[in-house]
């Protein structure tokens, strides 16, 4: 992580860490927004649990 910030020009890790956690959420609104134009149903209990364990997992 601190390779990251460097690379990013962040003076420390916590703003590196804080641009992730913006990215994943994006990232996984992306992906559901996908889902629901690809199979139309917000309910997909399967595919729902594969995205919040995705979040978590991150």
């Known amino acids: 992580m601190e390779n990251v910030a460097k690379m990013l020009g962040h003076s420390s890790t916590r703003m590196t860490q804080h641009y992730a956690r913006v990215l994943d959420e994006s990232i996984l ?5 996908v889902d629901n134009k690809l199979f139309g149903n917000n309910s997909n209990t399967e595919n729902n649990g594969i995205a919040s364990n995705t979040k978590q997992d991150i």
């Open 29 to 33: 609104d992306d992906m559901m927004s």
